[in-house]
Structure formats: structure tokens, C-alpha cells
């Protein structure tokens, strides 16, 4: 395994670009971990708290899950601090496997990914009030606010104030945030989209506790979506399977189901 991707590595990946978009986007960043052999199987883990990525191939043979599943073991990740991403077929072997070891491992996540190349017309949303706005650097503390909100509820990526800061000011810098303002002014909702080739990634789809069931989430992805796909750019995300309100929501705006997998640890 080389600890180094080059474009052999984007290539394999189209196979499951939907599933493991944020793999192909992460490994051109400085990571903590990254190795690959540029065929059959990438880990890749940027930092804490983020999560591992582990792909395989499709019909991984048991000899490629064992290596990587002692790989993962080698470098800390079966520790219970580390949420691992791979592919069921993986994820089933690593938890087969770990039980030998007198160890745990389980599911965290169920996690689809979809995309939407034909939105829905606009006449097919939920009328709300209010409208969007584009994030700048005069927003830094409200994006700030959003992302320390975000994570804590969803007990995902955790870090401090000044980690959140740091990543809504790299939001802001992208200049794909976008937030809905109410017709009080308040800003109530939250969405983004991070570009790789010619895919834009939504994410931050979120609505603060009391300004819920409003319809303001679904109004405001379902604009920037548009936003991304009259821009030239596929959108997709990924949702949690297990969330039947949300995929719900994505499928009535257009987005189609192209794959899955999921977090264990």
C-alpha cells in the first residue's frame, strides 16, 4: 500500500462516485492517514473528529477485507473513538471478523446518497415565508451559531467554538452557504453545497428547533439545488436512512436514491 493517491485513484472511484464523493474530495487535502494501491482498496482519514473512509472494490475477496480490516486494527480505528465508512459487504466482514478479536463493532449509520438531476418545479413546493441568503464574511458568527447547533444535536464531528469558526469561515471562503431568513428576520435554516468535478454535494441541511415544520429547510434546498444545478453541477448528498421525514423531503424535491452504505464502530 502506497501512502499516496494520484489520478488512478479518482478513476476507480467514479465506479462509486455518489457513495464515496466525500472520499474522492477528502483525499486531495493533508491527511492524517492515506493509503492506497490504486486498484482494490483506499483508507483515508483526515483528522479527528472526522471519520475513516475505507472503500473496496465491489466482490472484495476475504483476503482484501482481512488486510483491510487489519490495517484498520494496525493504525487505532477499532479503538471505539473512530467511525469507519465502507460498504455493507465490508461493514458485515469487520463486524464478523472483530467478534473473533472479543470485540464489538456494530452499525452507527445507515446512510444514502442521491442525486437530482431533474428538480421538481417550483409550483410542487411547500409555500413558507421569508427567503434565502447568501452567507459572507459579515455572517461568520451566525454560521458560526449554526455549526456549533448542528454538530451538537446531531452529536456528529464535535469539536470547540473556535473549530467551528474555523470551518464556517472555510464555508464562507467557498462561497456555497446559503441560510433562509424568515419573514421576521430571523435566520432559520441552513444549507450548503461543496463542489468536486462536476458534482455538488449539499450538506448543513438543517433548522433551528423552534422554527421546525415551517417547510423553511425544504424551500431552502430545494433553492439551492437549483442554485447548484443551474450553476452545471449534478446535485446529490447524502442522507441518514433511518430518517424517513428527510428522505421523504429529498425524493418530493426531485432527488433520486443511487446508493448506500454505512458508518460502523
Not at 421546525?212 to 442554485?227: D, G, P
Request: charged fraction near 25%; include cysteine.
Amino acid at each position: 500500500m502506497d501512502n499516496f493517491v494520484d489520478e488512478r485513484d479518482f478513476k476507480i472511484l467514479k465506479a462509486d462516485k455518489y457513495t464515496f464523493f466525500i472520499l474522492s474530495r477528502i483525499m486531495t487535502r493533508d491527511c492524517e492517514l492515506l493509503l492506497s494501491d490504486h486498484s482494490r482498496m483506499i483508507i483515508c482519514y483526515s483528522s479527528s473528529p472526522f471519520p475513516v473512509w475505507i472503500w473496496t472494490v465491489d466482490g472484495a475477496t476475504e483476503e482484501e477485507m482481512e488486510n483491510a480490516y487489519k490495517l484498520a486494527d494496525q493504525h487505532g480505528f477499532l479503538d471505539g473513538n473512530h467511525g469507519i465508512n465502507m460498504k455493507y459487504e465490508l461493514a458485515e466482514y469487520f463486524m464478523k471478523r472483530a467478534a473473533c478479536d472479543g470485540k464489538k463493532l456494530s452499525i452507527l449509520k445507515n446512510m444514502f446518497a442521491y442525486d437530482c438531476l431533474n428538480p421538481v418545479a417550483l409550483e410542487k413546493i411547500t409555500p413558507t415565508d421569508g427567503e434565502i441568503y447568501h452567507c459572507t464574511e459579515k455572517d461568520l458568527e451566525i454560521l458560526t451559531d449554526f455549526k456549533e447547533v448542528f454538530h451538537t444535536e446531531l452529536q456528529l464531528d464535535l469539536t470547540d467554538r473556535e473549530g467551528y469558526r474555523k470551518s464556517a469561515k472555510a464555508l464562507i471562503e467557498d462561497g456555497h452557504t446559503y441560510l433562509w431568513k424568515n419573514a421576521e428576520g430571523n435566520f432559520v435554516a441552513s444549507c450548503d453545497f461543496r463542489v468536486n468535478g462536476n458534482m455538488a454535494s449539499l450538506g448543513l441541511v438543517f433548522t433551528r428547533k423552534d422554527f421546525r415544520r415551517k417547510h423553511y429547510a425544504e424551500n431552502l434546498v430545494y433553492q439551492v439545488t437549483k442554485i447548484a444545478a443551474d450553476s452545471g453541477y449534478i446535485p446529490m448528498l447524502y442522507t441518514d436512512a433511518d430518517y424517513a421525514a428527510s428522505n421523504a423531503c429529498y425524493v418530493k424535491l426531485g432527488y433520486v436514491l443511487q446508493g448506500k452504505l454505512c458508518t460502523i464502530g
